[in-house]
């Protein structure tokens, strides 16, 4: 079983930048494909990056792609969404998850473990 949890959240202008951290529970943190999910009021949770068991390979949103960084340490039980150039339509909460899937998964279905979640709110 895996515990999440976010910080690094906040009000930031547009075109700022933020970096979300994600702390892990657990000794099976390098066993799970990690990604960051992110979901504005009225809408559906949507994918935002994800990164491999390693660390390796990562894959991004179209709407995120330049802009947006995932990273993990795995020594320190650590995944980090690093977000450069922010935009007002990047407001959301964003959220850390866990999959045991392998590939990147996109979907939130193949993902077993959440954090509770740190808002992001990008001003005009």
């Known amino acids: 079983q895996v515990q999440l949890v976010e910080s690094g959240g906040g009000l930031v202008q547009a075109g700022g930048s933020l970096r979300l951290s994600c702390a892990a529970s657990?000794?099976?943190?390098?066993?799970?494909?990690m990604g960051w999910f992110r979901q504005a009021p009225g809408k559906e949770r949507e994918f935002v990056a994800a990164?491999?068991?390693?660390?390796?390979?990562?894959s991004y949103a179209d709407s995120v792609k330049g802009r947006f960084t995932i990273s993990r340490d795995n020594a320190k039980n650590m995944v980090y969404l690093q977000m450069n150039l922010l935009k007002p339509e990047d407001t959301a909460a964003y959220y850390c998850?866990?999959?045991?899937?392998?590939?990147?998964?996109?979907?939130?279905?193949?993902?077993?473990?959440w954090g509770q979640g740190t808002q992001v709110t990008v001003s005009s």
């Open positions: 990164v491999t068991r390693s660390g390796g390979i990562t």
């Open positions: 998850a866990a999959s045991l899937k392998v590939w990147l998964p996109r979907a939130p279905s193949d993902y077993t473990y």
């Open positions: 657990g000794r099976t943190f390098s066993s799970y494909d």
